[in-house]
Nanobody
Framework: QVQLVESGGGLVQAGGSLRLSCAAS????????MGWFRQAPGKERELAAA????????YYANSVKGRFTISRDNAKNTVYLQMNSLEPEDTGAYYC????????????????????WGQGTQVTVSS
C-alpha cells in the first residue's frame, strides 16, 4: 500500500514556474514507477511525465517536453515535477500516481498501470 500526498500547486502567470512535490508513505517507494497526470476541466486525464523505479527511464508527453522535468529522491520517498515556461493550457488538477515497477528499461505509461493515486493539486496558469 502506498499513500501519496501532492503539494506545490498554485496560481502563476504564463511563463512562470512551479515545482510540484509528491510525498509517499511506505518503505517500498523505490520499487514503484511514479507518474504525474493532469486533468483539465472537461478533458480526460493524461500522463504528463513519468519516471521508473531506478530513475533510468523517463517519459514526457509531447506537450511538456523541454519545459517539465520529473525527478525522484528515493531516500526522501518523494517525486518532483519541475514545470517551467508554463502556459494557460497547463492549467488543471495534477495527480501523483504509483505503478509497481517491472523493467529497468521501461516506464509505466498507461493510466491502467497505476495502482495508487494522490488527491491532486491544482495548477492555474493565467494569460
Amino acid at each position: 500500500q502506498v499513500q501519496l500526498v501532492e503539494s506545490g500547486g498554485g496560481l502563476v502567470q504564463a511563463g512562470g514556474s512551479l515545482r510540484l512535490s509528491c510525498a509517499a508513505s511506505g518503505r517500498t517507494f523505490s520499487s514503484y514507477d511514479m507518474g504525474w497526470f493532469r486533468q483539465a476541466p472537461g478533458k480526460e486525464r493524461e500522463l504528463a511525465a513519468a519516471i521508473n523505479w531506478s530513475a533510468g527511464r523517463r517519459y514526457y508527453a509531447n506537450s511538456v517536453k523541454g519545459r517539465f522535468t520529473i525527478s525522484r529522491d528515493n531516500a526522501k520517498n518523494t517525486v518532483y515535477l519541475q514545470m517551467n515556461s508554463l502556459e494557460p493550457e497547463d492549467t488543471g488538477a495534477y495527480y501523483c500516481a504509483a505503478c509497481p515497477g517491472t523493467s529497468a528499461a521501461d516506464v509505466c505509461s498507461r493510466v491502467a498501470e497505476y495502482a495508487y493515486w494522490g488527491q491532486g493539486t491544482q495548477v492555474t496558469v493565467s494569460s
